[in-house]
Structures are given as structure tokens and as C-alpha cells.
């Protein structure tokens, strides 16, 4: 245990892991950088990072960046998330950090105005419920592939990531028959507003405690909101949920996120995620 403590006294290398570890350099290396295409157990993997960890390794991030021109960075934009909608939000984003973090790449918080004067400290951006012209000012700043959760517009270019309304209408459906049903929501830009009301003819937005205090508990809901769902109950109204909605938009980002960034996007592809 002193030999690991003189280590972190100093700068820690790849070298010192691999004699910890009891492996090859290049192991190290293959493990630490996720290179594809090495069979490495699952057993050798676990050993090399928890030894990293151990020994208070720190990849060099502007080296790496120098020598492969990636950060190996995902930046998570933001812009005015109300209280209410940032629950959802940083559940979606804490899964998505979980999903990322298998690919070897990081998530980041990025203020949309700091996003907008900076440029190449991330491989890719997903935005969090920007309106159109607000992603558009955005993207039109970055020459590194940028998706869209909660943002609705007509664009081939980009991957738009939203709620599938209609399946929410036939969750309603299947839990109340043809009585009529309110979409229960957080704020939403208005160009989301305009496809859900497509669907759903009465449309409750929840902006402070007082909306939820005033729900018609006479009125059926449907929300993919738990902390909405949990509150309206609370209070009698019949709610459904479409539990784990986050972790689908999640999900499809991160599978958006890997083909953007692999440039494997197909022009025929419908990028207009429905989840």
C-alpha cells in the first residue's frame, strides 16, 4: 500500500496502472479509451479501472484532444428549465450521463448562452426543450452534431427527440375508455404545444404548486411526469402515467448521439424520434 501511496504523491501514469493491474500498457490504454475491437474480459476491465481509480489517475483531456481532435465530451444544453419540468429533466439527463458513460464519453451541463459564445470543448450537444429559433441560433454556432429533446421542427439535418402523443392519448384510452382526457404537463415550447394539441384537445400546463392545488380532481389526466402524477393524485384527480418516459428519451438519444457522431446518419432516416 505505500508503493500506491508514493504513486499519487506524482503525476500517475498509464504505466503505473498497468504494473498495479498486472497487465500490459496497451491494455491499459485500450480499457481507459474504450478502443473498439480488443477482447478484453470484463474481469481485466473492472481490474484496470479500479486501479486507475485507486491510484488517482487523471486522463490528460487537452492531450487527448490534441492527438484526436475529441474530448470525448457531450455537452447537455439548457435554457430557462422551469422548477417543475427540471425534475423530469435531470432524471432524462442523470440516465443519459449512465448510457454515455458505457461509451466511454461524458456529460456535461452547458448554459445555452455560455454554449453560444464557445465553440469545439464538446463532441456533440443535445438540447433540453429549446424552441426552434432558439435551437437553430444555437446549432448554426457548432460544426459538431447536435440533437433536440422536446424540440419540434422540420429539419432532415437533425435528430428531434419528443413525447409520442398519440400513444399517450391510446394509454388514456386504454385506462378510460372514451371519457375525455387532459394532458398533464410541465412547460413545453410552443411549437411542442401545437403537436400535442393535435391530439389533446384540453392541455393542463403545471408552472407552480397553485396549478396543481387547482386540478379538477372531476377530470381525467395523462402525464409522463411522476412528480406531477404522484401530486395529482395526492389530491384525487385520476391520473395516468407513462412511467419511464425519461428513460426512453434517454435512450434514444444516446442511440442518436452514437450515430451523429459516427457519422453514420442515413438521409433517408426519419429523425424525427417518437418515444
Same mark, same amino acid.
Do not use: W
Given at each position: 500500500m505505500n508503493d500506491l501511496q508514493n504513486k499519487r504523491k506524482?503525476?500517475?501514469? !498509464?504505466?503505473?496502472?498497468?504494473?498495479?493491474?498486472?497487465?500490459s500498457i496497451a491494455t491499459v490504454s485500450y480499457v481507459?479509451?474504450?478502443?473498439?475491437?480488443? /477482447?478484453?474480459?470484463?474481469?481485466?476491465?473492472?481490474?484496470?479501472?479500479?486501479?486507475?481509480?485507486?491510484?488517482?489517475?487523471?486522463?490528460?483531456?487537452? $492531450?487527448?484532444?490534441?492527438?484526436?481532435?475529441?474530448?470525448?465530451?457531450?455537452g447537455a444544453v439548457v435554457k430557462d428549465v422551469r422548477p417543475f419540468a427540471s425534475r423530469?429533466?435531470?432524471k432524462l439527463l442523470c440516465e443519459l450521463s449512465r448510457l454515455l458513460f458505457r461509451q466511454n464519453l461524458g456529460l456535461r451541463l452547458v448554459d445555452y448562452s455560455d454554449g453560444m459564445s464557445k465553440s469545439g470543448d464538446c463532441d456533440a450537444y443535445v438540447t433540453v426543450s429549446l424552441t426552434e429559433p432558439e435551437f437553430r441560433a444555437f446549432a448554426d454556432t457548432k460544426y459538431v452534431p447536435v440533437i433536440a429533446i422536446d424540440s419540434v421542427f422540420d429539419d432532415f439535418l437533425f435528430y428531434r427527440i419528443?413525447?409520442?402523443?398519440?400513444?399517450?392519448?391510446?394509454?388514456?384510452?386504454?385506462?378510460y375508455g372514451n371519457a375525455p382526457t387532459s394532458l398533464l404537463t410541465y412547460e413545453?415550447?410552443?411549437?411542442?404545444? /401545437?403537436?400535442?394539441?393535435?391530439?389533446? /384537445?384540453? !392541455?393542463?400546463?403545471?408552472?407552480?404548486?397553485?396549478?396543481? $392545488?387547482?386540478?379538477d380532481a372531476k377530470k381525467n389526466y395523462v402525464t409522463v411526469s411522476s412528480y406531477l402524477c404522484d401530486n395529482a393524485k395526492c389530491l384525487g384527480a385520476h391520473v395516468r402515467l407513462r412511467s419511464s418516459s425519461f428513460a426512453f428519451?434517454? /435512450?434514444?438519444?444516446a442511440e442518436c448521439l452514437t450515430k451523429a457522431m459516427n457519422r453514420s446518419i442515413d438521409d433517408a432516416e426519419d429523425h424525427n424520434v417518437k418515444v
Amino acid at each position: 500500500m505505500n508503493d500506491l501511496q508514493n504513486k499519487r504523491k506524482r503525476r500517475v501514469t !498509464i504505466k503505473d496502472v498497468a504494473e498495479a493491474a498486472g497487465v500490459s500498457i496497451a491494455t491499459v490504454s485500450y480499457v481507459l479509451n474504450n478502443t473498439p475491437g480488443q /477482447s478484453i474480459s470484463e474481469e481485466t476491465r473492472k481490474k484496470v479501472l479500479q486501479f486507475a481509480n485507486l491510484l488517482g489517475y487523471e486522463c490528460n483531456v487537452m $492531450a487527448r484532444y490534441l492527438a484526436t481532435g475529441k474530448t470525448n465530451t457531450v455537452g447537455a444544453v439548457v435554457k430557462d428549465v422551469r422548477p417543475f419540468a427540471s425534475r423530469y429533466y435531470m432524471k432524462l439527463l442523470c440516465e443519459l450521463s449512465r448510457l454515455l458513460f458505457r461509451q466511454n464519453l461524458g456529460l456535461r451541463l452547458v448554459d445555452y448562452s455560455d454554449g453560444m459564445s464557445k465553440s469545439g470543448d464538446c463532441d456533440a450537444y443535445v438540447t433540453v426543450s429549446l424552441t426552434e429559433p432558439e435551437f437553430r441560433a444555437f446549432a448554426d454556432t457548432k460544426y459538431v452534431p447536435v440533437i433536440a429533446i422536446d424540440s419540434v421542427f422540420d429539419d432532415f439535418l437533425f435528430y428531434r427527440i419528443n413525447d409520442d402523443y398519440e400513444l399517450l392519448a391510446g394509454i388514456a384510452a386504454s385506462e378510460y375508455g372514451n371519457a375525455p382526457t387532459s394532458l398533464l404537463t410541465y412547460e413545453l415550447p410552443d411549437e411542442v404545444y /401545437s403537436v400535442a394539441r393535435r391530439v389533446f /384537445s384540453d !392541455i393542463v400546463t403545471v408552472k407552480t404548486v397553485k396549478d396543481i $392545488a387547482e386540478l379538477d380532481a372531476k377530470k381525467n389526466y395523462v402525464t409522463v411526469s411522476s412528480y406531477l402524477c404522484d401530486n395529482a393524485k395526492c389530491l384525487g384527480a385520476h391520473v395516468r402515467l407513462r412511467s419511464s418516459s425519461f428513460a426512453f428519451k434517454a /435512450s434514444a438519444a444516446a442511440e442518436c448521439l452514437t450515430k451523429a457522431m459516427n457519422r453514420s446518419i442515413d438521409d433517408a432516416e426519419d429523425h424525427n424520434v417518437k418515444v
